[in-house]
């Protein structure tokens, strides 16, 4: 568990700049401090928080903003999938904590080291898995304090940092060109419906069901080599 | 905090942790459905429909902002560059006045 924990720290050093970024934005929209820490150590899904939040200051709406933010960990039934012998030998109890405490880094750290050795397995997953939760908890609560500490910052362009964080997830998401003609299509349609005064919930809806058709069509004549 | 703020988180947390379960108990059935590619593009055109959603309708400052955020996005593939950078950029048109 401590090879796990002494392992994931670089990457862990990384989520904190981060988490500490999102507290700030979180507090600047009116989360208290003590909100954001009860969301990290319960949510545990950095994109999601940031757009679930977002969406929130938005607009609101708690259902929508939850579901926005919870699409973007969809990924995790894959990630959760991946650990299933990893898993095998624990108890539920110790499986529902482990997959809670899995984010991407240490997923991604146990493996690529699991790759390397098979003896790597449910400790080390573990013991970064704590030291990630842990860490994104703290930073993100101290980005938090800061933020609600500052005057509002939104008059020197704070508000934009939600916007450029997304286009840095989009970055991330990015798997090649086969992406370009529905993300284009989900584009344009979100800011057409918004432009017609469409809510904007609903246009990210609209734009990405949109996206998914474009998507769907061009798999069906095998366009897309995944 | 009021009552929509602990809405939000639970029921955020029960969403997420509700994607674990599924990983967990039915993430190889998911994955070899049919409607798998479904989960692999979703989240990409989420992100994008919130880039489109935060852009519309605003002013070229933002949209010249975000130009700026999206090259330092595609160089470098790194969040807190990027939003510092995009955050920098757009300050600086809005002290320009653009």
């Known amino acids: 568990m401590k090879h796990g924990a002494l392992a994931i720290l670089p990457l862990a050093a990384g989520a904190a700049v981060y988490g500490f970024a999102f507290g700030l934005l979180a507090a600047q929209v009116g989360f208290p401090w003590w909100g954001v820490t009860l969301m990290s150590g319960l949510v545990h899904a ?3 928080q940031i757009v679930a939040v977002e969406q929130f200051a938005g607009s609101a709406s708690v259902l929508g903003a939850a579901l926005a933010g919870a699409a973007l ?4 039934i894959g990630i959760v999938a991946t650990l299933s012998e990893i898993l095998s030998g624990l108890s539920l109890r110790m499986k529902l904590l482990t997959i809670h405490i899995t984010g991407d880094e240490n997923w991604a750290l146990t493996m690529a080291e699991r790759a390397k050795d098979p003896a790597i397995g449910a400790r080390f997953l ?3 898995g704590l030291v990630m939760i842990s860490v994104w908890t703290v930073s993100t609560t101290l980005g938090a304090v800061a933020g609600s500490t500052l005057p509002n910052l939104e008059q020197f362009g704070l508000g934009f940092a939600f916007t450029a964080a997304f286009i840095a997830m989009a970055r991330g998401l990015w798997r090649g060109y ?3 003609l529905p993300w284009s299509a989900s584009f344009v349609t979100t800011i057409a419906a918004v432009s017609l005064g469409t809510p904007k919930a609903y246009a990210i809806v609209t734009g990405a069901i949109c996206g998914l058709v474009i998507s769907h069509q061009l798999r069906k004549r095998g366009k897309t080599p995944k | 905090m009021t009552i929509s703020y602990w809405l939000l988180i639970l029921v ?3 969403a997420a942790f ?7 108990f039915a993430g190889d059935a ?3 459905s049919r409607f798998n590619w479904v989960l692999d593009e979703l989240p990409g055109l989420i992100v994008v429909s919130l880039v489109a959603s935060s852009l519309a309708g605003q002013p070229v400052g933002t949209w010249v902002a975000a ?6 996005a595609y160089f470098t593939n790194h969040v807190i560059l990027t939003m510092f950078l995009g955050v920098t950029a757009f300050g600086l048109l809005l002290w320009l006045g653009v």
């Open chain 2, 30 to 32: 998911i994955k070899s």
């Open chain 2, 12 to 14: 955020l947390a029960i």
């Open chain 1, 46 to 48: 950095g994109s999601s």
């Open chain 1, 178 to 180: 086969a992406n370009l």
């Open chain 2, 18 to 24: 509700t994607i674990r379960i599924l990983g967990l």
């Open chain 2, 67 to 72: 130009g700026v955020a999206l090259a330092v």
């Open chain 1, 126 to 128: 573990i013991g970064s």
């Open chain 1, 73 to 76: 960990n969809l990924r995790y």
